[in-house]
Every structure is written in C-alpha cells, then in structure tokens.
C-alpha cells in the first residue's frame, strides 16, 4: 500500500576543474531517495605535436606510424588516455564496512530438469583481503560491487549499503613495464579497496585484511581519445 507520495528532488554540486589543456566537470547529484549520481565531463584544448606536414598527401605512405590525425595544417592531434579516480569513503552506519563483489554465475539444469538449458543467480564474495578487491572489469564476465555494514541489518535481515553501479569505462593499454604506467599503477585495475588511513601510494603491498573495517573504495574512470578531424558535407 503506498501512504505517501513525494516529489523527486535533486540537489547537484558542481566542480570543475582546469588540468593542463582540459577542463574536467564533475556534478554530483544528491536524491532524496538516497541515491547518489556523479556525470563526469571533459573540454578544452586537443592534445597535439607538431609535424611539417601541411595535408596528409604529404604524410608518409604507412600511415599507421603516426600518433594521430591530422587536423590542421603542421598540427596532428594526440592519440592519449584520460584517467580519473574517485576515492570513496562511504562509512555507511558507522567505520566497519565490508567490500562485495557479486558475480552472476551460470547454473546448468539437469537432463529432464527444465526445457531450459541454464540459468543465472547472483554470488556474493565478500572481500577478507586488498588482494580479493583488486577488479579488473570484464564485459563477458560482469560483477556488482556493494559496500555494507554487516552489523546494520534492514527490516529484511539485509546487510545496509550502497550498490556501486558503473557507466562506460576503459583501461589503459599501455604495457605494464612502460614508464608511464609505472607512475600510473593504479590504472592496472578499475576498482581497489584499502585501510581508510591509507593514500594510493600504500594499495597493495601489505594485503591486509579488509572485512568489517574502516575501508576505502578506490574507482578509476578511464577514457580513450582518438582525435578526429572536421568533415564537411553536400547534401544534393
């Protein structure tokens, strides 16, 4: 039975930030049904180098050398990775939290069982070590990711918490080895979970327990950028 009818009311903080030659926007937004949605956005200035060529008749025959496309005279635009990492301290109902990572597994039905072949239902591993939180996203293998509080059963003898539901993201592709990504380890992987005292430098090297403590959630959000070039267009 519904008692009561309310409007949906959304309460957005804007950031925006100026990074070398981009503009990152961030809106948080805050609704009274709890949920929380952030929307990321980016601007500016193209990434690009310098190059004698004036158009691509110039451009060596193998054009797979270059680094990027051409889009203006003496100008090619970078091809580059864009990585953003939010450090989420949710503290939900007190410090003590819990990591879970809930995986759909596939279920085969037994000869004469069921005229279908298989079914789904979801598993729930819950994080003991840094280790077990560290989540390389895969699209034929998809997870859900929570942060509970055991202690703090619902109505429903539920763990309180909240989903961590992701949008598009992508990964580096750089080799591991490369010095670049050296500086950027934490873009190996999507998700980390860690001690809330730590910083990102401390991540992995001590594996420490991590259920039903003060934890922190690390996400990194990732872009691709492939510049592109101006087409114009008739119409007849």
């Known amino acids: 039975m519904i008692r009561e009818a309310r409007p949906k009311v959304t309460h957005v903080a804007r950031i925006a930030a100026s990074v070398g030659n981009y503009d990152y926007i961030f809106d ?3 609704q009274t049904n709890g949920l929380i949605r952030v929307k990321v956005g980016l601007s500016g200035m193209l990434m690009v180098k310098g190059t004698p060529w004036e158009n691509m008749q110039q451009a060596p025959n193998n054009q797979d050398d270059m680094s990027g496309i051409l889009v203006s005279e003496n100008v090619i635009g970078v091809v580059h990775e864009l990585f953003i990492t939010f450090h989420l301290d949710m503290d939900i109902d007190n410090i003590d939290n819990s990591f879970v990572n809930v995986i759909r597994v596939k279920e085969e039905t037994l000869p004469g069982q ?3 072949k298989n079914y789904l239902k979801a598993k729930r591993n819950v994080a003991k070590i840094e280790n077990d939180a560290k989540i390389k996203l895969k699209l034929y293998d998809p997870s859900e990711f929570c942060v509970i509080n055991p202690s703090k059963p619902s109505r429903l003898a539920n763990p309180t918490g909240y989903k961590i539901v992701l949008g598009g993201t992508a990964a580096s592709l750089l080799d591991s080895q490369d010095p670049p990504q050296l500086r950027s380890a934490f873009t190996n992987t999507q998700m980390w979970v860690s001690k809330g005292e730590d910083t990102l430098a401390l991540w992995s090297d001590r594996n420490r327990p991590i259920e039903n403590r003060d934890i922190v959630l690390w996400y990194t959000l990732g872009f ?9 267009k008739t119409f007849q």
């Open 114 to 116: 069921s005229p279908r």
């Open 224 to 232: 691709h950028h492939v510049t592109t070039y101006h087409v114009k």
């Open 28 to 30: 948080w937004e805050f």
